[in-house]
């Protein structure tokens, strides 16, 4: 049997050097014994396994990310474990058409890396960031949101799509607090410099459902970014449409 599951092999190994490397389907068959009695009849089992060829969508748009990461006391521990490792994860598998930019906060908001080519050099530049975070101080949750928005305005990224990731156990205690004063805060920027007082961050009005209500200065603000998201998106097809149009 040990005999036949080396054949296998040598067929399979055959056949993949008549391809691309990596662009074959690997098996390996393994039986559970390695012999069995001469002309005799059993079951017996086998396990195969399949491995797949590496996969990669060569035609997406490039990225520009910026992390958020919580590294006040309270994500010591597994929370800021799971949250480097998950970095680490993103930086691993953007390619060198992305960059990345990483923002880091406790009482206080630090821009650890700006936008950085995710190329081997910078991924390192990246991997080592990610190592040094330490857990420390309190949560200035609402200031490191503004701050990676402030990446995105002071610095042109050349990604196509843009986005802000925020890793954080949601207990602020530093500025805005308050989820409706948070969400606020990162639209109107008036209401984030004026800075919280004992009226913003008292307890929040709440409907009858329990549930936090949404002030009329928030729904006005809220519904003005979204019409500056629907007008940049507008712009942007134009602006292809006009280039394809010129490439022909």
């Known amino acids: 049997m040990a005999e036949k599951a080396e054949v296998l092999n040598e067929v399979l190994e055959e056949d993949g050097k008549n391809t691309d490397e990596g662009s074959h389907v690997s098996v390996v068959v393994v039986p559970k014994s390695q012999a069995v009695p001469y002309g005799s009849e059993k079951d017996f089992l086998l396990m195969c396994s399949l491995k797949a060829p590496f996969y990669e969508v060569q035609s997406r748009a490039p990225v520009s990310l910026v992390c958020v990461i919580d590294q006040s006391s309270s994500m010591s521990g597994d929370r800021l474990r799971l949250v480097k490792n998950s970095l680490k994860f993103i930086i691993q598998n953007l390619s060198k058409q992305d ?99 004992d009226r913003t961050n008292s307890r929040p009005r709440a409907s009858k459902s329990g549930k936090e209500k949404p002030t009329a200065e928030l729904k006005s603000a809220l519904e003005d970014l979204q019409k500056k998201c629907r007008a940049f998106f507008r712009r942007r097809k134009l602006q292809r449409g006009r280039k394809t149009a010129t490439e022909d």
């Open 99 to 197: 960059s990345l930019s990483i923002v880091v906060y406790d009482t206080q908001c630090n821009t650890a890396m700006g936008f950085t080519v995710m190329d081997s050099k910078g991924k390192a530049k990246a991997n080592k960031i990610a190592d040094n975070i330490r857990a420390r101080g309190r949560t200035n949750l609402v200031g490191g949101l503004i701050r990676a928005i402030e990446e995105f305005e002071k610095e042109a990224s050349s990604g196509e799509v843009r986005s802000i990731m925020l890793f954080t156990d949601g207990q602020a205690n530093v500025g805005y607090t308050t989820p409706m004063d948070v969400v606020r805060a990162t639209v109107d920027t008036k209401f984030a410099a004026m800075g919280p007082t």
